[in-house]
């Protein structure tokens, strides 16, 4: 059995988010979030026979997904060695809320070579792999276009972001499951702490493909309905596709990193501990950065699957570790479960709730199950947001927790909504 010692760690400097921005099947950028989460509004929808012809399936699956729109129009002719769905999704994201110009600047006042980018994703460019074998199946040969090497790496991501952002700095790609983007920040904090970059593009990128939806499935872990994360009558995950990004920049600002922890508790390749241990060893950790306890976090955005495991082991910890201040909520109602992309959804969903004080809440579940405890919120609320936190934990016991906090600049209330179990 794992045990983990009590975390001493030395707190660090917070690090500013200068820009961030997200695109999902809520639509493009934080306004389309801000609405949905005031609203109650979900971006799930049934998978239909013309998702799976585009999306290359070899066959249906009585599942709701959330998808994203736009995406079928091929990158610009100078980029189309990186053309598939991952990297249209990620240039799609990359123009929502000024992103692209926040980036321009920082290359301006840094210089490119000192702007790093790191990505994180599960998928990356799976889905033309899946095309092109498809072909070959058919026509005995694989399409003269899919014989680009490049292009069928999990680095993909990470090289064309770069490319499009006309940068120099570091740059690199994770993939520890639903866990990578998160790991990201944590990665890219170290980066400017240590002077590797004055700069970081963090992001995180996954599109619906045959991999994923057929593997969940097979699996038992999808769901036919909407999922209904805590819910007496959850069945399992909606899949959902979702590109993130943040830009990261020394010293404190209005929005802030102030703490992140990382755990590999290696239980199980697709269970997480059953009392949570590396769970809570990544939610230590984190604190121990920001130099809070939990009873600072206003907002908690959790992993909140819907998977009766995920849901009743992240449940425990947070009944036995947070108090009943604590908005404690998971959007994958809304977005579905975005995998390599989650840690990005939950940090920007978690940002947008320090700017503005607006809390989602945890659409789909009609009742959360007893057995979850009474941290879990139902609706949406308005509150005085100054400390948040993030929750994302992957297949392998691959876990990781942010602290992200309020600088100068303050929360801007902008809607008063109920606060409800």
Known sequence: MVSYSPVYIKPIAPTKISAYTATSALGRGKAAMLAAVKE???????????????????GHLATWVGCVEGLDAPLPESWARWDCRNNRLAWLGLQADGFLEAVADARRRHGSDRVAVVMGTTTG?????????????????????MHNAPLHTLH????????ALALDGPCFTLSTACSSSAKAFCSAERLLRVGVADAVVVGGVD????????????LQLVSPDPCEPFGTQRRGLNLGEAAGFALLEKGPGALQLLGHGESSDAHHLSAPHPQGRGAEAALDGALARAGLDADAVDFLHLHGTATPLNDDVE???????????????????????????????????????????LMPG?????????????????????????????HAFGFGGSNCVLVWGRGEGGSQPLVQAPCSA
């Open 40 to 58: 109650g509004l979900s971006g799930l929808r049934p998978l239909t026979a013309d998702d799976c012809k585009y999306l290359s399936l070899t």
């Open 125 to 145: 460019s799976i889905g033309a792999t899946e095309s092109a074998y498809q072909a070959r199946t058919i026509d005995g040969h694989f399409p003269e276009h």
């Open 156 to 163: 993909a991501l990470g090289a064309f972001v770069q490319e």
């Open 207 to 218: 599109t619906l493909c045959g991999s994923t939806l057929f593997g969940f499935h097979a």
């Open 315 to 357: 449940a425990a910890l947070v009944n036995r570790r947070f108090g009943v201040r604590t908005h404690a909520s998971s959007t994958k109602g809304m977005v579905g479960h975005t995998l390599g992309a989650a840690g990005m959804m939950g940090s920007t969903f978690s940002l947008l709730a320090i700017e503005t004080g």
């Open 362 to 390: 945890t659409v789909h579940t009609r009742e959360v199950d007893p057995a979850c405890g009474t941290l879990i919120r139902r609706q949406s609320a308005q509150g005085d947001v100054r400390v948040a936190a993030t």
